[in-house]
């Protein structure tokens, strides 16, 4: 389970899993790192690509999940967490280029679901706590793009988790309608991290704001339960 930067890969003779790191690479490079029509803004599908692959800072890894219990696939995905956050980088503006796609050819499209989205929402908090967030990416997935509903950004080839650095845009991804609670958790955490560093007073408003507003639902779930 080695890790690839995108300039190793194209230097490989032979590996087992060279079609699927060359597939995942070519999708990084034709899709996420270009523009789209459907997208609804300009600029590429994911805006730090072009940046990472200039710089060299995604790396890749295959990971074979046969026989696998959920557990297990979990601990695997917090280690590359570990490894993510002990890699040295001494420019900033490098650090948040970094990325890992974690590859899972095993994982059966229909499957993708129920796998995939399983292990990030379980460790998400976790990442997010850390700074970090995670994402899940597969044919199956149904997440809409910011800018146009009916796009699907999330939608890869081969399932995978793309882990990165936090940013302060990935306040939209932090807010769950449906649970309250996990809003006021991954609310603070993002507050923590850019209580110093925040470079749009406009989103650091917005946080605070939704922030209000997730411990305002919780108090009114507690005392609608306390009267029952």
Not at 187 to 210: G, P, S
Request: overall charge negative; some cysteine.
């Amino acid at each position: 389970m080695q890790l690839y930067t995108t300039r190793e890969i194209e230097q490989l003779q032979q590996h087992e899993d060279l079609c699927v790191l060359i597939e995942i690479m070519e999708w990084v490079k034709k899709f996420l790192g270009r523009p789209h029509p459907d997208l609804g803004r300009p600029g590429a599908v994911c805006p730090f690509v072009p940046y990472s692959l200039k710089s060299n800072s995604i790396r890749l890894a295959v990971i074979h999940t046969k026989d696998l219990h959920p557990e297990q696939l979990e601990e695997i995905v917090g280690h590359y967490r570990n490894i993510f956050l002990k890699i040295d980088i001494k420019e900033q503006e490098l650090a948040i280029n970094r990325a890992f796609l974690l590859i899972f050819p095993d994982i059966d499209i229909e499957d993708a679901p129920k796998v995939i989205d399983s292990v990030q929402q379980k460790l998400k908090p976790l990442f997010v706590e850390s700074g970090l967030m995670i994402g899940e990416f597969h044919k199956r997935n149904e997440s809409p793009g910011l800018h146009n509903l009916n796009f699907r950004p999330l939608r890869s080839p081969i399932p995978l988790l793309a882990i990165r650095f936090m940013v302060e845009a990935d306040l939209p991804f932090l807010q769950n309608p449906t649970d309250p609670h996990l809003s006021i958790r991954y609310l603070e955490a993002y507050l923590k991290h850019f209580e110093h560093k925040f470079t749009d007073a406009t989103k650091f408003k917005n946080a605070h704001q939704a922030l209000a507003l997730a411990k305002e639902q919780v108090k009114e779930e507690n005392l609608v339960s306390s009267c029952i």
